[in-house]
RNA sequence: GGGCGAUUAGCUCAGUGGUUAGAGCGCUCGCCUCACACGCGAGAGGUCCGAGGUUCAAAUCCUCGAUCGCCCACCA
């Protein structure tokens, strides 16, 4: 094998820092990544959602990771090819802002640099800080092929954003339109509905008498904006409103700018609200906007693309809009026009990524008409050929679709797609797959190009096939796609996810992925989103210096489901590396047995299993395996390594382990370590998807001492998860090894109740049905060890219990008698006893009531009846024995 | 104004109609038992938010309500 690791002692506990690195090294060169393109087999792809180029990776990138990688690896170990394709995104706005910040630093602006040198500059920080997030998501663990990374600026998804944009504007979909945007001042460019964000902020209503124009009174207006009175161009008050029908068609004369403007009826004016007057801004408001076009009213623009007041605003120009406010506010109170002010809450937007406020303006923008490309979005989800994880999200998916606008997806930005429209100075617009030299309808060679880039997801509504060669013919486009699974945040479900599925939709005419699997947040111990502006963000990489890539894995996909939220803490991490630790030793304890060991040949697949202990962890394992099958299946991974963490810990560990030793010490056949060894495997396996690092150490250690088998795997990561073989399953051998289970608890409860030293042997009778004592002779040295116990096992026929020396625990598999001479208080014994009998008895009732129900024999499941009726025969059969024990204390 | 989620042990959470409802951490008691103190053993701890309903059977499904949280939306 090629690795060098794996030899040598193992350490007393896990350190997965010496692990780690030589084996993601040992995958990632042995070429284990990168599937094969076998067109005999269906290939299961996951896209990496693309992180910022110029980001670090945070929890929520961490648990991606993950998530993604679980799911990838047990593809694979499947048998599938499984592509887990790695990706950067150039992040527009993000990134320019970042940029410009540093800029900021040294006293300069973009525009001191001039956009040649502007966009050098980012992309000098792409060179120095683009391959950390790579890095980064190796040390998780990432079972990426890296031979396909791609970068949203990279020519393959160029040209996949030039055709898109070309074939969409052919066809009349994209389009440049003159409407309100929202406009972010510091950022200085247009952003989409979902790039604002709102937050209820205290402002005032102010209200502010506008007098006639012919002297005749006034109407008082309610705004939560005074300043932007000065673009005022009418008054609107609802139709039905009798309080001012009087006014409609009448003019009034605007406060400080003195234009008259006239009042008019809209249905958009809520009676209720302030006054009942709205001040109509269609330069500044979305619904004035709506109002003005309606009534062919004027529009004007009173702010600068920074956010201060133009020539419009009169004697307010240069200011900004928070000193207008207060010099207008004066200036009506000077006037004596403000009549007052109402306390209000309202919701202010604010730029996503740069949180300034955001204003309403008039511009030219280039939008992409949706109506007819989300019809077949919505139809592939309403369909089921596009199903959501958890399926609540389908609905909010639909109601989105269903309200959807027109997409502003040209940005006032240099760092990114720019739009390929040139304009010739008569003004045609030329969209070409080529770049032009002249203008083919006027032949004018004066060209020039939009300035304007495009809305990063734009590009990133391309990335489940401009990654994969479209719009190129390739062998990766023919063979991956469309793509399996894609995983994300439910945070952007619209801003991506949603735009994945209309482009793919529109470009490839197939549905980009069929499932859609939305994890949650991962937030700070208290619950608190985690922030850079809270400072409670936790380094991922960090925590895997401290716990190791798959403590930091497991603690994020283990108790979690989809779309829910969850709290990270140190706890959750301490409790995954302890598990993990705890794998590491039981495989300590199993590799340093089979070191020299022989007869070890049918470990792979162990033929006859003669030993009860042995039938039973098999049956286990497989019945493990089934159940991890079809929480893997429903996306359930949670639940998944919780089966398989609760019988590495509680059945392999605490129990079949502690068996094996008994046979290992006396020699006793057969030996236990060909399915000490097969378990352990199988198990190693199972976990793999979940813990790949130490899973794939231990396998090598472990394969290493066993007799090689026929075309073996070459590393955990290629080995073929286990799939339940029903032939293991063996009832019989569960029920006897539990009873053996429950008389070692039994035994060992008592020795804790009477507070009997660790060093004191005791002795005990056990009365047990006929005919099922040769399950507890045979393991008799195993109670004796765990107990502490000399046990006698007898027929319940000669049982005779219930003395002052004895204390007793009246059991399913029989009654544990333990002497404990001159220790038993006569009274308490009895008092236990019969509050025991108290609860078995209530027990009964409830048992027994519902099987003398008709209804429920006729209608429950006869497993469930079965069951129910097994259950009241061994209760009924505690009662009795208790009873008479009882008897014989008393007499 | 719509929509969604959460409410289960002291804490954080699983549990997607059928066990006497589980885990981790914490707590109590006892243990350095020859894989593991990142451990072992024994315990305590729950009107599954409330009220109705459906069902043989409800933590689970339905209705209403409460509390907390999230998303969407042009009431200035």
Redesign the pocket.
Known sequence: MARAASTGEMP???DPGSVEGPIYKFWNESGFFRPEIDHSKKPFVVIMPPPNVTGELHMGHALTIAVEDLMVRWHRMLGEPALYLPGSDHAGIATQVVVERQLASDGLSRHDLGRDGFIERVWSWVDDYGDRIYRQTERLGASCDWSRKAFTLDAGPALAVRTTFVNLYKKGLIYKGTRITNWCPRCRTALS??EV??QDEKSG?YHIRYPLEDGSGHLT?????PETMLGDTAVAVNPDDERYSQFIGKSVKLPIMGRSIPVIADE???L????????VTPGH???DY?IGERHGIDTVNILNLDGTLNENAGEFAGLTVDEARTGVLARLEEEGILEGIEDFN??VGHCDRCDEVVEPIVTDQWYVRMGPLAEPARAAVVDGEISIV?E?FT??YL??MD?I?DWPISRQLWWGHRIPVWYCEKGCQIVEMEDPTSCPECGSTQLERDPDVLDTWFSSGLWTHSTLGWPGDTDDFDYFYPTSVMETGH?IL?FWVARMIFMAIENTGESPFHTVYLHGLV?DPE?V?MSKTKGNVVDPLELVDIYGADAVRFALTT?????????M?E??L??S??????LW??A??VI?NLEGATGLEDWQEPRSLEHREDRWIVSRLNRVADQVDSHMK???F??AQ?VV??FL?NEY??WY??MS?IRLRTGDVPSPLPVLAHVLERTLRLLHPFLPFATEEIWSRLTAVLPEVEDPPEAAMLAPYPQADPSRYDAEAEGEVGSVVEI??AA??L???F?IE?NQQLTAQLAVANGTSSVFQDAMGFIESQARIALEVTPSETSGQGSADQAVQVLNAGTLAVSLEGLVDLDEETERLKSELA??RK?QV??SK?LQ?E??VN???EE?VD?ERD?LVS?EARIERLVEILDRLAG
């Open positions: 007393r506990a896990y509905d979902l964000k709102h209503l207006i309610a705004t939560t904006r958009a004016v809520e209720g609200f302030g006054t009942g007057a709205l001040k408001d979305p619904t709506e309202h919701a958890p609540r609905k909010v109601n989105w309200n606008r945070d619209f937030r619950g989103k108790g979690t489901s989809a779309g829910n939220d969850m709290r803490n706890q959750r301490e409790a590396r302890n598990f993990v630790n705890k030793n039981a300590r304890f340093a429903a996306y359930q949670g639940e919780r963490h609760d810990w560990c605490d382990i502690e030793k070692v608890r060992r409860n020795r804790a109740e507070r660790n609860d078995l027990y409830r048992v519902n129900n209804n429920f209608r429950a499941p469930v069951r259950r209760t």
